[in-house]
């Protein structure tokens, strides 16, 4: 059974920065598509950041470029998400999803019709003064 755990979210002021983990089992992820999406209160889920982990080659979405940056460690198995001059409308759960690829590229990722196998269960960014 693939599991993915996040970790990290926190309660941060403006401009402040956190970094999300999502440590992955049961599966390898040197061959995968992964991404971190985010849900705000009252809106749909969006897409933050793809990568795709056999070339670590990525997409951020328009809303976080320059300021965050997604990443992901093979030896570790896990992705991560450094968020910096953190705005209030980053308030979100944020979700990782993985899945894996034979080949593809960051475009196969970051495609709207891409679906994504597995799901952690979230961890809840909120940025407040």
């Known amino acids: 059974q693939v599991r993915l755990e996040e970790l990290g979210g926190d309660s941060v002021q403006p401009g402040g920065s956190l970094r999300l983990s999502c440590t992955v089992s049961?599966?390898?992820?040197?061959?995968?598509?992964m991404a971190w999406f985010r849900q705000a209160p009252g809106r749909e889920r969006e897409p933050v950041a793809f990568i795709y982990t056999p070339l670590l080659s990525t997409v951020h979405k328009d809303s976080v470029k320059g300021r965050f940056i997604i990443s992901h460690d093979s030896s570790k198995n896990t992705l991560y998400l450094q968020m910096n001059s953190l705005k209030f409308d980053d308030t979100a759960i944020y979700y990782c999803a993985a899945k894996p690829v034979l080949n593809g590229g960051v475009s196969l990722c970051s495609s709207p019709t891409t679906t994504y196998s597995w799901w952690g269960q979230g961890t809840e960014v909120t940025v407040s003064s």
């Open positions: 049961g599966s390898p992820t040197n061959r995968a598509c």
